[in-house]
């Protein structure tokens, strides 16, 4: 059974700073990892897709990377901004399997 | 190009109840995934759909059925509402393959009194 944990639960940073939120996974047979964004209430932003295959994504300040063979992804943030505060989650899975989410890590991004 | 929608917002019920949840997936996807996120949790998945036809099952007991329509659209239903069913629902769509990347709506907060 697929388990996700993400680490560290909540984090706090001066703006500016680059930061790294890690997720890891106890199956690595995965077709796919998530990272999404989840504001207070709200439903979640798909923030990059990793597949199997690959080893890293990059959108603007963000870059994933995925390490199958040792479960773990993380999710580099550059530069960070108080815009950047929201719920990060990562989720495993993809193809015919469903998502498999870890808690979320609640980033604080202080001005 | 539509993103998933999801009704109603928000949703007052009590114990016992029965509860409707909609979803519209977005355009060009024919599977939806619906999700229970309790406070403070990641989302729990609860089934997929994929041709109008159940494609997978999470953890949760058959008071929690759904449907899909021909248009991809679908329907979260609760029977025997109890207290612990107060949680956000997420609707994701997606297009069926390997890739399988799902897009999610903005929920439906429902609680239940």
């Known amino acids: 059974k697929q388990e996700v944990t993400q680490i560290p639960a909540a984090l706090s940073v001066p703006e500016g700073e680059n930061l790294v939120l890690n997720c890891s996974f106890t199956d690595s047979a995965i077709y796919n990892l998530q990272w999404f964004r989840q504001d207070p209430g709200k439903g979640l932003t798909s923030l990059l897709l990793i597949q199997s295959s690959q080893r890293e994504q990059t959108s603007g300040r963000l870059n994933a990377s995925l390490d199958k063979s040792s479960g773990r992804s993380t999710l580099y943030i550059a530069a960070s901004q108080p815009g950047d505060s929201a719920t990060y989650l990562c989720a495993a899975g993809g193809g015919n399997t469903p998502l498999v989410f870890g808690k979320g890590t609640r980033l604080s991004v202080i001005a | 190009e539509t993103g998933v929608t999801q009704s109603p917002t928000h949703l007052i019920k009590t114990r016992g109840q029965q509860v409707t949840l909609r979803c519209s997936s977005q355009s060009g996807h024919n599977t939806v995934s619906w999700y229970q996120q309790a406070l403070g949790q990641g989302p729990q998945f609860i089934f997929q759909y994929y041709r109008e036809e159940e494609n997978g099952r999470g953890n949760f007991p058959p008071r929690f059925s759904g449907l899909q329509f021909p248009n991809y659209s679908s329907e979260l239903n609760v029977n025997a509402l109890e207290l612990d069913d107060s949680a956000l629902y997420l609707c994701?769509?997606?297009?069926?393959?390997?890739?399988?990347?799902?897009?999610f709506g903005p929920g439906t907060r429902l609680t239940v009194l």
């Open positions: 994701a769509s997606s297009q069926s393959g390997r890739t399988n990347e799902q897009f």
